[in-house]
């Protein structure tokens, strides 16, 4: 069996809970939006790969400055050593940033959808473009009302076998996306450093889920 990897979302400057985090977590995301301007101050406490972002308000995050200055401070994390960096596709002059990003980082563009699951089709053409701008990793996150936006949003990746994306459907509806998309092909879950520290509904902790994987090897 496939061992999935575990990306823990790092919400706060808070140092006991990145410390707790780290035995559950393969990698961190910084989410720069919601730790706030002395983000970078936590820089020497994670021991692992990470990714930053600095999600924009339109996009459930908590970002609500100037895109200038949003474009500074992913520019920043690239220079403190982000392993990964994640964009929007709906970022202004996209293309530009694609091209300084990717000199030193990969990159992770993608599409989040607060309201419902768009059919299939929709998604694969979202998922084309991710591609298309330069991601290496693509990912969609859909709100789920229902099983069936559960199950379509992971049917995404049968197209794009040979490339690297992840599929999430956001909501309690959606929590069991969470733990299949990295059993099918996805390179990391996404899980809250702590309970209380999600950063969208549903999301699970990295304890949690790394005892279900393990659960699920024994089995």
Known sequence: MIKPK????????????????EPHAD??????????????????????????????????????ASEARRKEEILKALNCGASLID?????????????????????ILSCHNYNDTPPL??????????????ADIAKIATRSNSSDDTLRILQVR???????????????????????????GGPFAYAAAAKGAESAEGQ???CELRK????MRTL
């Not at 823990?8 to 808070?14: F, G, K, L, P």
């Not at 730790?35 to 996009?59: Q, V």
């Not at 089709?121 to 330069?134: D, P, Q, S, V, Y």
């Not at 279900?212 to 659960?215: D, G, H, L, R």
């Open 6 to 21: 575990i990306c823990a979302v790092i919400t706060s400057a808070t140092a006991s809970i990145i410390e707790s985090a």
């Open 27 to 64: 990698l961190f995301e910084l989410r720069i939006d919601m730790i706030g301007p002395d983000w970078a101050s936590i820089i020497p406490l994670i021991h692992k790969p990470w990714i930053a972002t600095c999600r924009l308000k339109s996009e459930g995050g908590a970002w609500d």
């Open 87 to 107: 964009l929007e596709l709906e970022t202004p002059n996209l293309d530009r940033l694609v091209s300084i990003i990717k000199k030193k980082s990969r990159l």
């Open 121 to 134: 089709k929709e998604l694969e053409a979202i998922a084309r473009r991710e591609f298309e701008a330069g």
């Open 158 to 184: 049968r197209n794009f076998t040979d490339k690297e994306m992840i599929t999430i459907a956001m909501g309690e509806q959606g929590i069991l996306s969470r733990v299949l998309d990295p059993l099918m």
């Open 204 to 206: 699970l902790t990295a």
């Open 212 to 215: 279900i994987y393990s659960m």
